[in-house]
């Protein structure tokens, strides 16, 4: 099967918690994407990235951080979790010169 | 800069009428259109993409939408709506030209069916 894939599927922790979300493609796309989507729906790009650029979006606070092995795979860690943090994280990919976005099923992050 | 305005928040319609969802979007160059629709608990799905040719393009499960380049809209219409199109549905545009990947979405349209 070919897709976006996400793990976990929801997580709940404490503020000051470090957690860490995985996602991989299997389209063999070139680009990863990290969009936050809140409670109200708003979709707000993170990062995109590929194998020669990473670009953050300049609003993403310095304790969010990409982490990717290859262009299949970009993970998103936060290092101290705050309450505003509480969101879904959709990971999305896209192939260099298409135009269209893939989403994964999203990660339903809680901090209490 | 590019922006997606969905002027309706929310939108609920008769199961079997037909359904019309506004997009307007800004955009200075040649734009890459898009509607998405995220059912519960999903992610988005792509239901259809414009760039050019006949500004009516047409989607998955029988969605359609006409690009009006005079007017800078991209509505999305189905001719009569199932229960199962009850999700929020996302307008978005992104920059036709290399280098410019970033895709700006709209806030969304939560469509609910009546019975």
């Known amino acids: 099967e070919t897709a976006v894939f996400q793990t976990p599927n929801y997580h709940v922790t404490q503020v000051g918690n470090e957690v860490s979300f995985n996602c991989k493609q299997t389209?063999?796309?070139?680009?990863m994407y990290w969009y936050k989507q809140d409670s109200k729906k708003l979709l707000k790009i993170m990062f995109s990235?590929?194998?020669?650029?990473?670009?953050v979006n300049e609003t993403v606070p310095r304790r969010f951080s990409p982490q990717s092995s290859d262009k299949a795979h970009l993970n998103l860690r936060i290092k101290s979790v705050e309450p505003e943090d509480s969101a879904v994280y959709l990971c999305?990919?896209?192939?260099?010169?298409?135009?269209?976005?893939?989403f994964g099923p999203g990660t339903r992050l809680t901090v209490l | 800069a590019q922006s997606v305005t969905q002027p309706d928040a929310r939108v609920t319609v008769s199961e079997g009428a037909s359904l019309q969802l506004r997009c307007k979007y800004s955009?200075?160059?040649?734009?890459?259109l898009f509607w998405y629709v995220q059912y519960p608990r999903q992610g988005l799905q792509l239901l259809l993409k414009?760039?050019?040719?006949?500004?009516v393009v047409q989607g998955v499960n029988g969605f359609e939408a006409e690009f009006i380049k005079s007017n800078s809209s991209f509505h999305l219409r189905k001719a009569s709506v199932h229960w199962s199109d009850s999700a929020v549905y996302f307008c978005?545009?992104?920059?036709?030209?290399?280098?410019?990947?970033?895709?700006?979405f709209g806030a969304g349209t939560k469509l609910t069916i009546k019975p």
């Open positions: 978005a545009v992104r920059g036709f030209n290399y280098g410019n990947e970033k895709i700006t």
């Open positions: 414009y760039y050019s040719g006949d500004p």
């Open positions: 955009y200075s160059g040649t734009p890459y």
């Open positions: 999305a990919s896209s192939r260099l010169g298409e135009y269209e976005q893939y």
């Open positions: 389209l063999g796309h070139d680009t």
């Open positions: 990235y590929n194998n020669k650029q990473l670009i």
